[in-house]
C-alpha cells in the first residue's frame, strides 16, 4: 500500500503560524511515500518541512509562494496520472466544467487542485481538493 500525503493551502506564515499541532504529529518521516502538493505553502521553509517528511514531494505554484514550481504536473500514483495544479488559473474557481477541462487537457485519470480552501471529492470526474 502507498500512503500518500494530499495537500495545500497551508498559508504559512500570512494566515497561520505553524500548522496544527495534532496534524504535526502524525507528520513522522518514514510514514508518507510521496506529497502531493496544491501550492500555497507560501515559504521555502514549508516546502523544506514536507521534503523532512518524505523525500518525494511533488508541488505546483501557488499565487501566494515566495519559491518556483511548476504550474502543473501530471504525475504517476499506483499506475494512476494524478495531474496537480494549484486552481487559481481555472475560471470561474472550483467550477466542475472548467475542471474537467483541465483535467482532460492534462491527460490525468485524477486532478487534484487547491485554492477554493473546500475540501471536496468529485467522483464523475475524479476531482479532489485536498484544501482545509
Known amino acids: 500500500m502507498v500512503l500518500v500525503l494530499c495537500i495545500g493551502d497551508i498559508h504559512i506564515p500570512h494566515r497561520a503560524t505553524d500548522i496544527p499541532a495534532k496534524f504535526r504529529e502524525l507528520l513522522k518521516p518514514g510514514k508518507i511515500h510521496q506529497i502531493l502538493c496544491t501550492g ?31 504550474e502543473q504536473l501530471v504525475v504517476d500514483v499506483a499506475g494512476f496520472k494524478v495531474g496537480l495544479c494549484h486552481g487559481h488559473q481555472v475560471v470561474p474557481w472550483g467550477d466542475k466544467e472548467a475542471l474537467a477541462i483541465l483535467q482532460r487537457q492534462m491527460g490525468a485519470d485524477v486532478l487534484i487542485t487547491g485554492h477554493t480552501h473546500e475540501f471536496k471529492v468529485t467522483t464523475q470526474l475524479l476531482l479532489f481538493g485536498p484544501s482545509a
Not at 45 to 63: A, H, P, T, W, Y
Open 40 to 70: 500555497n505553502l507560501c515559504s521555502k521553509s514549508m516546502l523544506e518541512f514536507l521534503r523532512g517528511i518524505c523525500s518525494d514531494v511533488k508541488v505546483v505554484q501557488g499565487d501566494f509562494d515566495d519559491f518556483e514550481s511548476p
